[in-house]
C-alpha cells in the first residue's frame, strides 16, 4: 500500500514535469556545475589532497565531536578558518545545509524573531522552521521592508541573508541592510555558500571582501561550491562555537568529519592561496558574459556574480530551451516553478574560470537563435 501511494505522488509529479531525477556530471560544455574556479577538477589538487590523505593516521571519526571524534586536526583546520574568516573561532559541519540548520534551529528561542530574506534558500528556511521562533520575510534587499517589520517584531531579533544569492546571483545589498540591523538592535547571520572561495582574501566572502567581519554576527561557509570538496563551517565568537557544541543537534548528534576531509579543506585554500589566476580568469568570463547578453534579446537578470539567469516564462518553455541548449551541446539546467516564483522561470547559467571564450559566445548565440 505505501508503494502504491509513492507510486501516486511520484506520477502526480511527473505529469506537472516537475519529477526530479539524479543526474551525473555535466554533459558537454560546463555552464550548470558549482565549480566555479574549477577546484573539483583539478588534478594537482587531487594529488595534494592525496598526499595529505597518505599522512593520516586513520580513515574515520569514530564517532560525535562531543565522544570520540575530536581529531587534533579538527581543532588546526578550525583555528585556520577562523584565521581567515576573520572570527575568534570557528565550528566545521558536514555540509552548508547542515551549518544553516545548526545556527537557526538552536540560536532564536521562542519570544524571539528571525527575519530572512525572501529569496533565501531552502536549508535557511528549514532552519527556520525548526526554530521555535516568530518567522517573518522580508522583500528582497528591501531595507525599508525590513525596517518596517523590524519595528513590529518581539524579542531577540535575528536577520538572515545570503551574500550571494543562488538563484538570481545577486549580492546582498549590505551597505542598505547593516544600518537598519544595527538601528533595531538585531543580529546578522550571512550564508556566505556562493561567495566563499570566489570573493575575499583567502576566498573569506563577500564579507571578507567588503570589511564586513565586525558589521555581521554570525557567517556560514561552504566548501562544496567554489571550493570543489565537501564540508562548512560557522565563523564567528569564542561563545557562539561553544553555545553550538552545547545546543545545536545537527552538530552534537552527527559523527564528525573524517580525517580525509579535514585535510582536503585545508588542501583546497592552500590551493586558492597559491591560484590567484583562477578567481582572475572567473571575473574575465563574468565581464564577457554580461558585455556580451547586452545585445541579446533574451531577458536577462544582469547578475555580477558568476551566477547568471536568462528568464524564460512558463515551466515548459523553460524546459524546451533548456533541452534545445542541452542538445547543442550546453550543460545547462531550467529552474521552475515553484522553485522561482510562476512567471520568472529561468536557464540557470553558471560560469567557470574554466570556460573558454568561444563556449562563452558559442552559449549567448544559441540563446539569441533559439526561438
Given at each position: 500500500m505505501l508503494d502504491e501511494w509513492f507510486r501516486e505522488v511520484l506520477n502526480q509529479r511527473e505529469d506537472a514535469g516537475l519529477l526530479r531525477k539524479l543526474r551525473s556530471g555535466p554533459e558537454g560544455a560546463d555552464f550548470s556545475s558549482n565549480d566555479y574556479l574549477g577546484l573539483a577538477r583539478s588534478s594537482e589538487l587531487h594529488e595534494r589532497?592525496?598526499?595529505?590523505?597518505?599522512?593520516?593516521?586513520?580513515?574515520?571519526?569514530?564517532?560525535?565531536?562531543?565522544?570520540?571524534?575530536?581529531?587534533?586536526?579538527?581543532?588546526?583546520?578550525?583555528?585556520?578558518?577562523?584565521?581567515?574568516?576573520?572570527s575568534e573561532s570557528s565550528l566545521l559541519f558536514a555540509s552548508g545545509y547542515m551549518a544553516n540548520l545548526g545556527v537557526l534551529a538552536s540560536i532564536p528561542q521562542r519570544g524571539d524573531t528571525i527575519l530572512y530574506d525572501e529569496l533565501s534558500h531552502a536549508s535557511i528556511k528549514d532552519g527556520i522552521r525548526l526554530s521555535n521562533a516568530r518567522i517573518r520575510r522580508f522583500r528582497h534587499n528591501d531595507p525599508a521592508d525590513l525596517d518596517r517589520l523590524l519595528k513590529k517584531s518581539e524579542g531577540r531579533k535575528f536577520v538572515?541573508?545570503?551574500?550571494?544569492?543562488?538563484?538570481?546571483?545577486?549580492?546582498?545589498?549590505?551597505?542598505?541592510?547593516?544600518?537598519?540591523?544595527?538601528?533595531?538592535?538585531?543580529?546578522?547571520?550571512?550564508?556566505?555558500?556562493?561567495?566563499?572561495?570566489?570573493?575575499?582574501?583567502?576566498?573569506?566572502?563577500?564579507?571578507?571582501?567588503?570589511?564586513?567581519?565586525?558589521e555581521t554576527d554570525i557567517r556560514i561557509y561552504t566548501f562544496g561550491k567554489a571550493m570543489g570538496i565537501h564540508?562548512?563551517?560557522?565563523?564567528?565568537?569564542?561563545?557562539?562555537?561553544?553555545?553550538?557544541?552545547?545546543?545545536?543537534?545537527?552538530?552534537?548528534?552527527?559523527?564528525?568529519i573524517p580525517p580525509i576531509q579535514l585535510a582536503s579543506i585545508r588542501e583546497a585554500f592552500l590551493y586558492l592561496d597559491d591560484?590567484?589566476?583562477?578567481?582572475?580568469?572567473?571575473?574575465?568570463?563574468?565581464?564577457?558574459?554580461?558585455?556580451?547578453?547586452?545585445?541579446s534579446p533574451r531577458?536577462?537578470?544582469?547578475?555580477?556574480?558568476?551566477?547568471?539567469?536568462?528568464?524564460?516564462?512558463?515551466?515548459?518553455?523553460?524546459?524546451?530551451?533548456?533541452?534545445?541548449?542541452?542538445?547543442?551541446?550546453?550543460?545547462?539546467?531550467?529552474?521552475?516553478?515553484?522553485?522561482?516564483?510562476?512567471?520568472?522561470?529561468?536557464?540557470?547559467?553558471?560560469?567557470?574560470?574554466?570556460?573558454?571564450?568561444?563556449?562563452?559566445?558559442?552559449?549567448?548565440?544559441?540563446?539569441?537563435?533559439?526561438?
Open positions: 589532497i592525496h598526499r595529505a590523505h597518505s599522512k593520516l593516521p586513520g580513515n574515520g571519526a569514530t564517532g560525535s565531536r562531543l565522544l570520540s571524534g575530536t581529531d587534533p586536526l579538527h581543532l588546526e583546520i578550525e583555528s585556520e578558518l577562523a584565521t581567515r574568516f576573520g538572515v541573508v545570503e551574500s550571494v544569492y543562488s538563484m538570481d546571483g545577486d549580492f546582498c545589498d549590505f551597505e542598505a541592510l547593516i544600518p537598519v540591523i544595527k538601528a533595531a538592535g538585531a543580529y546578522s547571520i550571512v550564508d556566505e555558500a556562493h561567495a566563499t572561495g570566489v570573493y575575499g582574501p583567502g576566498g573569506s566572502g563577500l564579507t571578507g571582501e567588503l570589511d564586513l567581519f565586525g564540508g562548512a563551517c560557522i565563523a564567528g565568537s569564542r561563545s557562539l562555537v561553544e553555545y553550538l557544541i552545547n545546543y545545536s543537534r545537527p552538530f552534537i548528534y552527527t559523527t564528525g591560484h590567484t589566476s583562477e578567481r582572475e580568469r572567473l571575473n574575465e568570463n563574468i565581464e564577457l558574459f554580461t558585455e556580451q547578453m547586452k545585445n531577458e536577462y537578470l544582469h547578475s555580477k556574480s558568476a551566477i547568471q539567469g536568462i528568464v524564460i516564462p512558463g515551466n515548459e518553455a523553460c524546459r524546451e530551451l533548456s533541452s534545445k541548449l542541452n542538445e547543442s551541446g550546453f550543460s545547462v539546467y531550467p529552474v521552475l516553478s515553484p522553485t522561482v516564483p510562476e512567471g520568472s522561470e529561468r536557464i540557470r547559467i553558471c560560469l567557470h574560470s574554466y570556460n573558454t571564450r568561444d563556449e562563452i559566445i558559442s552559449l549567448i548565440s544559441k540563446l539569441s537563435e533559439i526561438q
